[in-house]
């Protein structure tokens, strides 16, 4: 990794820890807890597709970070799940783009997330955060049954914006929900 790319992971796993951490002590879930719960998804999608395209990622944690993430993962993952569901929901045809993105978010979630939370802590997950993984995958599968409708050429209230696409750059094949279409967005970004 350049310099740039190991500052810009540097920033994107405080950013991650950070938010993972407020959203894990939140009190007050009812005013603040679904646009924490946002923003905690969008930096697991920023973490996420950085860890799949960097496999060398684990040296970038520092010995606080490792401390961190094992000391908030478990609460902020429960709790991240809990509000799925609501986010999931309410997505509408018209916002394809963003059922997309928040399944890769799931995605990353419960297979990036959770197995460097499995390696750091060294343990398996405990039966709250496992029952937790179950209700995400009911999620994930919500996701897939309605973009899976939605993309139908007979199905025409989907629409796909390309301004909603993400940087796609990282995002294995797997998401393959993801057109090469939306992926040549991105394909000379930078970022």
Same mark, same amino acid.
């Given at each position: 990794? @350049? =310099? ?8 994107? +796993?405080? #950013?991650?820890? @950070? *938010? &993972?951490?407020?959203?894990? %002590? ?12 946002? *923003?905690?998804?969008?930096? +697991? ?48 045809? @018209?916002? &394809?783009? %963003?059922? *997309?993105?928040?399944? =890769? ?34 999620? !994930?599968?919500?996701? !897939? =049954?309605?973009?899976?409708? $939605? %993309?139908?050429? !007979? ?7 390309? #301004? ?12 393959? $929900? $993801?057109?090469?279409?939306? *992926?040549? %967005? ?6």
């Amino acid at each position: 990794m @350049s =310099s740039t790319e190991c500052t810009d992971m540097q920033r994107v +796993v405080k #950013e991650f820890l @950070s *938010r &993972l951490h407020y959203l894990s %002590i939140l009190t007050k879930e009812v005013e603040y807890g679904y646009s924490n719960a946002l *923003r905690l998804y969008t930096s +697991v999608y920023e973490l996420g597709r950085r860890l799949s395209a960097h496999p060398d990622y684990r040296q970038m944690l520092t010995d606080e970070d490792k401390t961190t993430f094992k000391q908030y993962f478990p609460t902020g993952f429960v709790k991240l799940v809990d509000y799925t569901p609501g986010l999931v929901g309410n997505i509408e045809p @018209s916002d &394809l783009n %963003i059922a *997309r993105t928040r399944r =890769s978010q799931i995605w990353f979630l419960k297979n990036e997330l959770l197995d460097l939370y499995k390696e750091i802590n060294g343990k398996e997950l405990t039966t709250e955060m496992q029952s937790a993984l179950d209700k995400l995958q009911t999620s !994930d599968n919500m996701l !897939d =049954s309605d973009i899976s409708d $939605w %993309i139908r050429p !007979d199905y025409d209230e989907a629409v796909d914006k390309s #301004e909603d696409v993400p940087n796609l750059n990282g995002v294995p094949p797997s998401h393959d $929900w $993801w057109t090469e279409e939306h *992926r040549r %967005i991105w394909e000379n970004s930078k970022e």
